[in-house]
């Protein structure tokens, strides 16, 4: 699976957008990126994943570039809620086992 | 709709003492089970995962053990637990099709003293 890389942190003022972004140049033609993040002592929550498209859900969209080699998600208006860790992970379709969540992005919204 | 329940929240435990903890899924059948560790501050480590009742796989070597007695039901377990155990542990399913996000539980707080 392809590895990925990001910055360890980024602070984001409330009520702007985040823009978070992830390398991924080693990236196989049917590797999907996904998006997780990671709120102080609980579990992971899924945001987001696409394969080439971009995608856009309630939560966040994704830019994914026309290479593939990175890609961007972006909270549209960010709040206070929304600092976290951010993971970005390539993984194959229903490769399970190979799904590895890296140190992240950790994201500060500041008020 | 499908939700994820693990327990305990936090446990404190002495070396060399035996260890279990469990996860269980509602709402779905024969998902995809894993289990993850993490340390402070780092990433998520997978341990094992399961596609079916009785089927673990194991990510490291380990002084933990796996087990899957129903579909919906997983259990992580050790013996004696050492000082390295320590750490977040965090159960997550997945529908068992391609492309399919995971679902994390609330995690448990070992600590081996």
């Known amino acids: 699976d392809a590895k990925t890389t990001q910055p360890p942190s980024m602070d984001c003022a409330e009520g702007r957008a985040a823009n978070l972004p992830c390398n991924h140049s080693?990236?196989?033609?049917?590797?999907?990126v996904y998006w997780y993040r990671q709120i102080h002592s609980q579990g992971p929550q899924y945001i987001i994943h696409g394969l080439k498209n971009n995608e856009t859900n309630e939560m966040a969209s994704l830019i994914i570039t026309e290479d593939r080699k990175s890609s961007t998600l972006i909270l549209p208006h960010a709040t206070l809620r929304d600092t976290a860790v951010y993971y970005c992970i390539v993984t194959y379709p229903a490769s399970y086992d190979k799904v590895i969540f890296g140190p992240g992005t950790s994201l500060s919204v500041i008020p | 709709s499908q939700t994820i329940h693990q327990w305990p929240a936090t446990l404190v435990q002495p070396v060399g003492s035996p260890l279990s903890l469990e996860c269980t899924v509602e709402?779905?059948?024969?998902?995809?089970l894993y289990w993850y560790r993490q340390a402070a501050g780092r990433g998520l480590q997978l341990l094992f995962y399961s596609v079916g009742i009785g089927q673990i796989s194991s990510e490291v070597p380990q002084n933990l053990s796996a087990s899957r007695p129903q579909d919906r039901q997983f259990i992580l377990s050790s013996k004696k637990l050492l000082l390295s155990d320590s750490g977040f542990y965090l159960c997550a399913w997945s529908r068992n099709r391609g492309n399919q996000p995971q679902h994390f539980g609330d995690g448990t707080r070992l600590s081996i003293l």
């Open positions: 080693t990236i196989s033609g049917n590797e999907y």
């Open positions: 709402g779905t059948s024969n998902p995809n």
